[in-house]
């Protein structure tokens, strides 16, 4: 299971947008189709774009998400916009709104496989290989699930920075997550548990605050953070 973020100008529902959406086992996080989203866009594997009606906008808007981050761009266009596509657009692959859903998960699939070359993350012990899905601390393999990868990826990404619980909420689990913000608390234990005693401290507790990953490097200098 991926996670789709979705592009829409209206107040739609992803399958309003893509009716095959809503028959594959995707998490579909839909956002405002505006340059404002983009840069607070959350954590996705794929980026969908709604390019049906404004196709001006839907052109604009894609050479600013292409521009943004190494994301793979899908768009999202009704039959009588198809002649106006170019590869101008920047986008990585398009799907009439009436495809089916076995041709959507193979455009999809095919998109993600590549989009495997994505980043390495290293950082105090941690390598992070985000293309193979892959973490390892001090060469042991970490067994994470996919949020427990993402979360301590994005830590890993800012090391030393403090995140509050809704801004990681936010960033990783997306804006129209409804649960509340004891499920950060729930999955950081969850890390601590698996990084072992010796290291579950690189995932640090700022009181009141929120949580950051603090490199070795930085456990000697005065903190006003705990590990608990």
Not at 9 to 23: M, Q, R, W
Request: charged fraction near 20%; glycine fraction near 8%; proline fraction near 7%.
């Amino acid at each position: 299971m991926a996670t789709l973020l979705l592009f829409t100008p209206g107040p739609e529902t992803s399958a309003d947008v893509l009716p095959a959406l809503g028959l594959l086992d995707h998490h579909v996080r839909v956002v405002p189709a505006d340059a404002a989203a983009v840069s607070r866009a959350p954590v996705a594997d794929l980026w969908l774009l709604d390019a049906r009606r404004d196709l001006v906008a839907a052109r604009a808007l894609c050479r600013n998400l292409t521009a943004a981050a190494p994301v793979p761009v899908l768009l999202v266009v009704a039959p009588d916009g198809l002649p106006v596509l170019s590869e101008a657009w920047g986008f990585d692959d398009f799907v009439p709104t009436a495809v089916g859903p076995a041709e959507l998960q193979t455009r999809i699939r095919l998109l993600l496989a590549a989009g495997r070359d994505g980043e390495v993350v290293t950082t105090a012990g941690l390598v992070i290989d985000e293309g193979a899905y892959a973490a390892r601390l001090h060469g042991d393999p970490l067994d994470l699930t996919y949020t427990e990868f993402e979360l301590l990826k994005f830590l890993a990404q800012h090391p030393g920075r403090v995140f509050s619980r809704q801004q990681l909420l936010s960033d990783v689990w997306g804006y129209d997550y409804y649960g509340g913000t004891r499920t950060v608390d729930v999955h950081v234990r969850r890390l601590r548990a698996k990084l072992g005693p010796e290291h579950e401290s690189l995932i640090q507790t700022v009181r009141n605050v929120g949580y950051r990953l603090v490199p070795p490097a930085s456990d000697s200098a005065p903190s006003s953070g705990s590990a608990d």
